[in-house]
């Protein structure tokens, strides 16, 4: 538990501090629920195993504790589900339920286990709608529900990058400054998400005037985080300074993002070649990288993403993305360092990044 404490929930929130919900709120529920405190220990077990070379004997270890964890978790949650579907249930029973398969999730996310993480993700889905549908007291949504909520959400936006089974229907949460830091772009991103996969699909046109209205979106997403910048209690000015800095990349990335989804016009490539290099000059002045390193995937893959034919850029992403792994974990980011990089040696300009991940082999991975 010191180790969840002290390292893992640092580097499951978006930004650390005195009211890390990873930590506020996880920690209480496993401190009241087995189920929640068996996959806790699964997830710091796993956590710390992945600091040893393959084949130590002490990751073997750790990673046998970490399975006997994780079953017991498991069944803990099938019980929990059992009674909750045969006797009813309290809200506290489903946010158990709830918060521990999101903990699972995390689990199998570190070994990149994709079938299981994405399994343990719908059954989160799966958990949440039968909550709100099923508990009377469902609509009074309170700091826990609300933190898990959107933790289930945003990780179903981004492992929705890059799936492209059948369309679902648009979903938003919804969002808070206390429970959601960065919710505003993770439903930009959701929006577009579901555009593309309308246009694809169904060959829906593109509304000329949902660009401004999105690009408006985003300028007030940025301002907002800006400001909570200055709300937000921060151990050091670095750490401030650098969250200001992490709000502006992403503000560039969900634009390149947005105009690449919505603006299918190759005289823009120019101006969405100037959000990537604003994103490169966030980049540099952020000092308290290994705070953040876990937040900065997403940017850098989108990044990433508008760097063909340019070398040196390249080599800034990779390095950059290797970083990040040596910092706070590989989970599935091989898979996207490895996508980018087939992605850039392609001689064929005019194939773009989603036309291509429909066909690659890392379709799937999560870009977190």
């Given at each position: ?75 803990s ?16 029973q ?9 903990i ?101 046109p593109?509304?000329?005037s ?41 503000y560039?990335?969900s ?7 919505l ?47 340019c070398p ?57």
């Open positions: 538990m010191h180790h969840y404490h002290r390292i893992v929930s640092a580097k499951l929130a978006w930004v650390d501090g005195p009211t890390n919900p990873w930590r506020q709120v996880i920690v209480p529920l496993a401190g009241a629920s087995l189920t929640v405190l068996h996959a806790v220990l699964a997830l710091s077990s796993e956590d710390l195993a992945v600091r040893f070379p393959i084949g130590h004997p002490r990751r073997q270890q750790l990673q046998l504790v970490s399975m006997c964890r994780r079953n017991q978790a498991l069944s949650v099938a019980r929990l589900l059992c009674h909750m579907r045969q006797e009813g249930s309290s809200t506290s489903a946010q158990c339920a709830l918060a521990a398969t999101l699972l999730y995390n689990v199998e996310l570190l070994g990149a286990a994709s079938a299981k993480w994405r399994m343990h993700l719908e059954a989160a889905r799966v958990i949440r709608q039968w909550k709100d549908h099923a508990l009377t007291d469902a609509g009074r949504e309170d700091e826990i529900d609300a933190f898990l909520i959107y933790e289930q959400y945003y990780a179903s936006v981004f492992a929705g990058l890059t799936t492209f089974d059948a369309l679902e229907e648009y979903e938003a949460v919804p969002l808070t400054d206390a429970n959601a830091i960065f919710g505003d772009f993770i439903t930009i991103i959701s929006r577009a998400t579901h555009v593309e996969r309308l246009q694809y699909s169904h060959g829906h593109i509304d000329s949902l660009l401004r209205t999105m690009t408006g979106d985003l300028e007030a997403a940025k301002a907002r985080m800006l400001q909570l910048s200055l709300i937000l209690r921060w151990q050091t000015d670095q750490a401030c300074s650098s969250f200001q800095h992490l709000v502006w990349i992403f560039y990335a634009l390149i993002y947005v105009y690449h989804v603006a299918r016009d190759g005289s823009l490539d120019t101006t969405r070649q100037s959000w990537r290099d604003s994103i490169f000059a966030h980049l540099a002045l952020l000092v308290d990288k290994r705070s953040f390193a876990h937040d900065l995937v997403w940017p850098l893959f989108i990044a990433g993403t508008e760097c063909r034919g040196q850029k390249q080599e800034v992403v990779a390095h950059e993305i290797e970083l990040v792994m040596e910092i706070s974990g590989t989970l599935d980011r091989r898979n996207v360092l490895s996508f980018l990089q087939r992605f850039w040696s392609l001689p064929d300009i005019g194939l773009t990044w989603i036309q291509y991940m429909r066909l690659a082999p890392e379709r799937r991975m999560l870009i977190l």
